[in-house]
């Protein structure tokens, strides 16, 4: 088959993560992947790099009708099999596009409260059970939802066998410091305030909190500075951006993820395939991959003392951290694996082909 994938950003993201995998998988499966979207940003840069084809496709706000045509006259150029957009603006560019150059369209929710544009997609893949919910909930058909979880390569398999010593020597851990990670944008949505509030009330215990994320835009500023409020400033670390998430993660003894709303997290598949128990918040897609008591500990969104109890309760159990990080590790091989990921989504595109 050939795919056009189409999605609008220019920053690093869950989405952005998620079409490169599923480009580069496709590829490896013998498929042609094209791409439609900002040449300049992240994932444009990527797929460049990677030498994918595409074309630069502005998407200027919602109405930027030669944006669709231009959609509409690659694919038809290209003669391609299928058109794939992500996001809600990915969706409608495609859905249009796709009806004029008269080829199928499958969009992808990545998100469990935007459900605008998706009613031109033959099929609508949806991240997680959360976000197909919210889709009906918002009167999309659900015999055109297809569920089809995120799912990663096993990156444990490929780290090295001193990684996690390396990374704690590289950021001057001691080897028996409890660490913690967080591997977002600091952003609201992923409850950076919360987790910090939390901590500060267990601060007779042993803990160092790295935040993986650039704090310097969005709420960076604000989380540093309550960090230092709280009296917690020294304890800490700020890495910004990093490309080696997964060795942060060996480096790890828990992950944290108290978000306030959150489809499908990439970074709980990476941390469940490291063997990490995971402290997260009940919102979202999260419980579909951390089950509660046995891969990790979910607690109510924005329940500091609930939080710093479960935190608290795996910084003290060592056994239990290791109990909930082995069964977090099967968890990931039984549902969230790459070719999962890859088989799911063909299928919706052999449905889409066939209406």
């Known amino acids: ?23 580069r998988g496709l590829r490896a499966r013998g ?12 994932l444009g840069q990527q797929l460049t790099a990677d030498g994918f084809g595409g074309i630069n496709l502005p998407m200027v706000g919602i109405y930027d009708l030669p944006s669709v045509i231009r959609l509409a006259l690659y694919a038809r150029r290209e003669k391609a099999d299928l058109i794939h957009g992500h996001l809600t603006r990915g969706a409608l560019y ?28 033959d099929r609508i893949i949806a991240v997680s059970g959360a976000v197909a919910r919210f889709l009906e909930r918002e009167g999309y058909d659900p015999a055109r939802i297809r569920v089809v979880h995120h799912g990663i390569a096993d990156i444990a398999a490929t780290l090295p066998a001193d990684v996690r ?27 950076h305030d919360t987790a910090l509030k939390a901590l500060a009330r267990i ?13 310097h835009g969005d709420l960076g500023p604000q989380i540093q500075a309550l960090a230092t409020e709280l009296g917690i400033a020294d304890r ?6 990093r490309e080696d998430v997964p060795a942060l993660l060996a480096a790890a003894d828990m992950l944290l993820a108290p978000s306030r709303r959150e489809a499908l997290s990439l970074t709980l598949l990476e941390a469940s395939a490291c063997a990490l128990p995971i402290v997260a918040s009940t919102v979202g897609g999260i419980g579909e991959v951390v089950e509660h008591g046995a891969s990790g ?19 003290a159990s060592p056994e239990r951290r290791a109990a909930l990080g082995a069964r977090a590790r099967q968890r990931f091989e039984s ?10 989504t063909l299928a919706a595109y052999r449905e889409a082909c066939s209406r």
């Open 1 to 23: 088959m050939k795919i056009i994938t189409v999605l609008h950003s220019l920053r690093s993201g869950g989405a952005e993560r998620h079409a490169l995998q599923l480009m």
């Open 31 to 42: 498929h042609e992947a094209l791409f439609a979207g900002s040449m300049n940003g992240w």
């Open 94 to 121: 495609t859905g249009f596009a796709a009806k004029l150059a008269g080829v199928p369209n499958v969009a992808t929710a990545h998100s469990d409260n935007a459900g605008k544009h998706f009613g031109r997609a």
């Open 165 to 191: 010593h390396a990374t704690r020597a590289a950021l001057g851990i001691a080897d028996d410091e409890p660490c913690l990670l967080m591997a977002a944008r600091i952003v609201t949505a992923k409850g």
């Open 203 to 215: 601060k007779d215990q042993r803990w160092t909190l790295l935040l993986a994320g650039d704090h």
């Open 236 to 241: 800490v670390r700020f890495l910004g951006l």
């Open 297 to 315: 500990l979910l607690v109510p969104p924005d329940d500091v003392p609930a939080l710093a109890d479960a935190i608290a309760r795996l910084l």
């Open 335 to 344: 549902g969230f694996t790459e070719n999962a990921m890859f088989d799911g």
